[in-house]
């Protein structure tokens, strides 16, 4: 044992004592930044006459300490926390907090449960006595008086099932099914599978529709045709049905036949149940919904909104939603939206179609800084969280959402139309989902998802668990079409999603609409057992899907098994997304030619390489695994070619295609108005590399302009010399933008900037690692410290080049001046990457206290990473993707360090090279200069110290560097 061991449990013992007498007395409860203020709540021991400011004087209802809390937040000078006692919170209407709710000054206000306590905020209504025996052949109990509308109900906390034909055998599927004898509404069934108890009013039709499942209010049915009401009779369901419709039949009484269901005469205001084996009616607990929403954040605008409130252990439970009373359920995709007006044919759901936002447990609406934390979401009627426009740094994190009749968490969800969102107020921003457990959900609404984002900017939706859906795991991103929409700079990284997707299709583990720029990763999640139902219509169901509109998103180190295909990403339009370095044994399913596909390791069986095996150990609630970052903008390397066309003649260095290029007044010109495209100037013979990340500067001037899709004038890198085709940063379209071009291909985000004819800018645009930089200033200012612009293209390769327009009626002409190209600076190419640490029999190896794995390549060489309970042990780093290496610096403390250790490279994370011995070190910095290889790993592996009592103790790493 090492003395540094010994301490620490030294440490240990103390600490423990100091536990063990701080908890024989049990204080106030306190936190342990600055606090204004704490009250406490309790239920059931507590009134609203009480101070609230001990556990002795609680209040009795949240509703209390909320509006107490309104005459002390104006000026906050600390954390003010609402201590919640154990018991349950009745509500009958929402509880909702708005401006003056929030937290100020920075500092928060905190609802949690009190130490030990178990709170449940409750929108139920308790229904355990009065019942009378209504049926005594077949055992149905009848509750009269029960005067309000519930879509489910709970019997000893088990769902109940609505009377229905065929009787229910499978919760998550929501089977068995029967089958229509037609695939589009009016349906028509067999004569046999219904009867008069449909014309009752009451009975809905519940129908599978590839990616939805749908219900229809029964109007009536005449020979074998099967009639809505009105409105939903008019709703479109035309556009996604399937074959021989799978469906059934609830909510009638002559429906009522097995233990375990229930009918809810609303005319009669009377509750019958037939019970379950150990149930006896007037002591087994029943509880109807009532409440629709329990908890609503909602501020008045995007600029006035509720912020700073945290709820934080505690339990939401019996939520209602009767909308689907009211319109049946005709879902646009994912649950997100209902319809409630407007035409049923494929053209009228883009024209008069009007849909509406399903209701959450949980609602925010304009609000900024909420977190939920650590709390259950268990029996909503709709969604157990639902965030609609204008949310922004929301955290959700370490929840459980569990036998919802709808989904887990959607933030992002805005708008009425079907998907140009006119009437969008704000989108989702820079809101994160980490470390959720969502499990048997969308119960009654089986298109509804585990986690949904619908329109998101800078979305986290990280290490969760989803699990056990009829529908897709987590679905991201919204629209159709080839164009913006706001979606930029999303990352889905470490979930565990299985066994989801299990009665619907046309979607998987994870699935993406839309166009999503900037850096957008679905990486190192862990997709598994999927598997297609019975009941589907055999649309695809992969492990990642990428739907139409897809572009620019990488999908990278997923590991997949055991699913029908890994990846579809095949409808149009679909282009410029990567899948790469991912590892399934599974088919790797369809994807169109402009998307990559490279690098990706196919598995036997259950033969995972340890890259696969170390993402699938690091994924899910409380895993490991990290957040994927956008690599570093790149430094100014070593300039290799300039040009300032002082010598008024073309210089061999340029090739140019299209256009008429001339130096004239020591500038470069492009002067031709014909049609043509591309006109480019390209630095192709300067001895420059096709392959490399340069950094090109110039000034560009427009002399002549017509506002038009092919007006444009910029800088270029990737390009080729034999059709002129790259990537761009150029002014375009009209003297307010500037946008990214790929040409032929697509056009990347576009940025407001005005400028004007006749006037000189500077054009900066540099590439590190597939992402493009750029920046655009006037002549005669300061150059902006910062990179202002990034797009993320890959797979060109080529030179530096102008760009002097394209075809335009009309004409444009530029000119250009003082171009410079940078060569790459020296990268780091292990900074921030993935760590992990191993004993030398391969095991995960423990860290000393407060080290951490991520230090290793933090570029902070104050941290260290180091193992304990054993001497040797070895470090690797992901590199992420294989790449040229020459240079390995190792940074170990001057104080714990090995005297000999190997330095190893490796392609698969399987079979290492040793690439550099070092011995007789003395701690420090190795600076290693080696063989060029290419490799995706490196790893150190200490030789010695081996034993105790040796120099150097025992090895640390304070940083890897890799170049």
Known sequence: MKKGERVSVIWFVIVAMVVTLTVTVVPPERSYAATQATYYVNPSGGSDSNNGLTTGTAFATITKARDVIRTINGSMTGDIYVYLMNGTYPLSATLTFGTSDSG???????????TGAAPVISGGVDLTTGWTLHDAGQNIYKKTGVNWNFRQLYVNDTRGVKARKPNLTDEVTGGPYLSATNSSYPYTVNTADIGSWANGGTAEMVVVGHWSQHRGRIASYSGNTVTFKSPESGFAYNHHNQGSSPYFFENAYALLDAAGEWFLDTADSTLYYKPRSGETMNTTTVIAPKVETLVQFQGSSTSNKVHDIQFVGLTFKYSNWL??????????????????????????????????SALGMVQLKYASTITLESNTFQFAGGWGIMGNEGTDHTLIKSNSFYKNAGGGVALGVAGDEWDEQ???????TYDSILDNTVDTVGLDYADMVGIGAMIPNNMTIGRNEVKNLPYTGITIGWNWQDYEHGMTDNVVFGNNIHHVIKLLDDGGGIYSLGKMVGFTRFDANYIHDLSGSAYNGGYPISAIYFDNGSAYKTAEKNVINNAPQTIFASNPPNHDNVIQNNYSNSPWGNWSGSNVFQNNTTVSNQSWPQGAIDIMNAVGPGGSAQKPTPPAAPSPGPVVFSDNFNDNAIGSSWATVGGAWSETSQTLKQTSTANGDPRKAIVSNAGLGTSTDYTITAKVRVDSWTDGDYARAGVGLFTGTSDGKGYNLV???????????????????????NWSNNTWYWFKMSASNGTLYGKVWQDGTSEPASWMYSQSWSGRTGYPSLNGGSTNTGGSTASFDDVSVEGPASTNKALNKTVNAYYIDGSTAALQPGDSVVYATDGNTSTKTQATNQ?????????GTSTGINRIKIIMPTTAYATAFDIQTSTDGTSYTTVKSI??????????????????YVRVVAITPDGPSQTGGQMAIAEVEVY
């Open 919 to 936: 011995t007789g070190f003395g701690g420090g910095t190795s600076d290693n200069t080696i063989t060029a290889t290419t490799a995706r």
């Open 871 to 879: 001497w040797r042990w070895m470090l690797r780093v992901d590199l």
């Open 323 to 356: 909308a689907p009373s009211s319109y049946g359920y005709v879902d646009t995709q994912a649950g997100f939206r209902y319809q409630t007006t407007g035409g049923g044919s494929n053209s009228e759901i883009r024209n008069t179609a009007r849909y509406t």
């Open 104 to 114: 100020t000054n920075g500092y928060k206000i905190i609802y949690k449960n009190y």
């Open 731 to 753: 002014f375009h379209q009209n003297h307010s933008t500037i946008q990214w071009l790929n040409d032929e291909i697509a056009w990347g985000t576009s940025y407001p900037f």
């Open 422 to 428: 006119s009437s969008m107020d704000g989108q989702s």
